[in-house]
T-cell receptor, first 113, second 115 residues
Framework: ETGVTQSPTHLIKTRGQQVTLRCSSQSGHNTVSWYQQALGQGPQFIFQYYREEENGRGNFPPRFSGLQFPNYSSELNVNALELDDSALYLC????????????FGQGTRLTVV | AQSVTQLDSQVPVFEEAPVELRCNYSSSVSVYLFWYVQYPNQGLQLLLKYLSGSTLVESINGFEAEFNKSQTSFHLRKPSVHISDTAEYFCAVSPYGGSQGNLIFGKGTKLSVKP
């Protein structure tokens, strides 16, 4: 039990649609990162938010966007869904931007058809 | 930039046998090193980490990993595995002193422990 929860656990969307995934971090953790884990691959860093500002981004297009809220919750939004967006999406909560342990949620399995 | 290579995608082993999961990394700067475990239909859990100091680090459930700077490796070992160790294991790095939210992961090694 990491204290990080994600919703929904599973989701099916149609190509071209938009989706919002949610994450509730541990209280006091002001940094959240999002990862995409395609089938058979390791997680890939999408972006990180620190105190409600994006402060790092991986190699993902702008249709991947996020928000972080003062109540330690966050969102990952993906517009114009493509089939290749099908993956497990993980959020990770970190107490501070330079703390050395990330606590992961159980993930949201997104299937794009 | 950093990269992580996990040399084995699958490792089958019998219960109570020893196991080694191999991890090599590439980086132009110093890094922190991590092993995460992912059980079926779950997120990632930190197994152990190397930040500095002693190159041998241990987890509470009997795993250990040794940082070898000259070989840029961080192999994970356990002298005697249990059925419950069946999971996927990910090696990861992050830049020393940098943001720990940006972890670079390997592709994972699926450990399958058979009775």
């Amino acid at each position: 039990e990491t204290g990080v929860t994600q919703s929904p656990t599973h989701l099916i969307k149609t190509r071209g649609q938009q989706v919002t995934l949610r994450c509730s971090s541990q209280s006091g953790h002001n940094t959240v990162s999002w990862y995409q884990q395609a089938l058979g691959q390791g997680p890939q860093f999408i972006f990180q938010y620190y105190r409600e500002e994006e402060n790092g981004r991986g190699n993902f297009p702008p249709r991947f966007s996020g928000l972080q809220f003062p109540n330690y919750s966050s969102e990952l939004n993906v517009n114009a869904l493509e089939l290749d967006d099908s993956a497990l999406y993980l959020c990770a909560s970190i107490q501070g931007a330079h703390d050395t342990e990330a606590f992961f949620g159980q993930g949201t399995r997104l299937t794009v058809v | 930039a950093q990269s992580v290579t996990q040399l084995d995608s699958q490792v089958p082993v019998f219960e109570e046998a020893p196991v080694e999961l191999r991890c090599n990394y590439s980086s132009s700067v110093s890094v922190y090193l991590f092993w995460y475990v992912q059980y079926p239909n779950q997120g990632l859990q930190l197994l152990l980490k190397y930040l500095s100091g002693s190159t041998l680090v241990e987890s509470i459930n009997g795993f250990e990993a040794e940082f070898n700077k000259s070989q840029t490796s961080f192999h994970l070992r356990k002298p005697s595995v249990h059925i419950s160790d069946t999971a996927e294991y990910f090696c990861a790095v992050s830049p020393y002193g940098g943001s720990q939210g940006n972890l670079i992961f390997g592709k994972g090694t699926k450990l399958s422990v058979k009775p």
